[in-house]
């Protein structure tokens, strides 16, 4: 597991304008929220190439690829893990337990959101790829994804300086759903001729 460069530049600013807590705080929930996928990718045996902590979460890239159904349990580890943090949280002391709950219900809300690359994403799009193994629906979501993260770069744009640290995660998933998007073709192709899963 490793951090991703930007996220220590975040971290540092967090760190020179003294809230080392609430730094600590999001590094660990991060961190908790990516143990999630890794416990359910191996428990899936689907072994891992890297895993990436970055400003929105965390990229995991698998070696091999799963099953819809295998990339669906592994998207749902995370969101898992984070719950387990939140429930956790009544075990902090009062001081520590409150900001904790809040930095985990802000992950598991931003994560949830049902676009890709987001686990929300992830879990509707592979749940619909289980029972219907269309390359249609891969495009779609990417195309919805896009269009979202598109749309709230946008508004955060017009929203500055107030929108700063939405705009960075915006930024960064819109730059990751592009990088999809551009190599979406080679993508279906490797699924359905190689893997022959896509129709």
């Given amino acids: 597991m490793t951090i991703h460069p930007l996220l220590l530049f975040v971290l540092l600013m ?3 304008t003294g809230n080392i807590a609430l730094y600590s705080i999001i590094l660990s929930s991060l961190i908790i929220h990516e143990i999630g ?4 990718a191996k428990m899936m045996d689907v072994p891992v190439k890297s895993c990436v902590i970055m400003p929105y979460g965390g990229e995991i890239k698998l070696q091999q690829e799963g099953t819809y159904w295998q990339r669906l349990i592994i998207a ?18 009062p001081l520590l337990a409150e900001p904790f709950f809040q930095v ?3 992950l598991l809300c931003l994560n949830l959101l049902p676009f890709l690359p987001l686990d929300g994403g992830k879990i509707i799009c592979y749940t619909l790829l289980t029972f ?19 749309i709230v770069v946008f508004v955060t744009l017009w929203l500055l300086p107030q929108s700063l ?35």
């Fill in 132 to 150: 219907f193994p269309k390359a249609k629906i891969y495009e779609l979501f990417l195309a919805l994804s896009l269009c979202a993260f598109t």
């Fill in 104 to 106: 985990q219900f802000y």
């Fill in 76 to 93: 749902v580890g995370g969101p898992l893990a984070t719950l387990l943090g939140m429930a956790s949280s009544i075990l902090l002391p």
């Fill in 37 to 40: 996928h890794l416990l359910a």
């Fill in 14 to 16: 967090m760190v020179l």
């Fill in 165 to 199: 640290p939405v705009l960075v995660v915006s930024l960064l998933l819109w730059g990751n759903i592009i990088g999809e998007w551009k190599y979406r073709k080679y993508h279906i192709a490797y699924e359905k001729f190689v893997l022959n899963r896509l129709t």
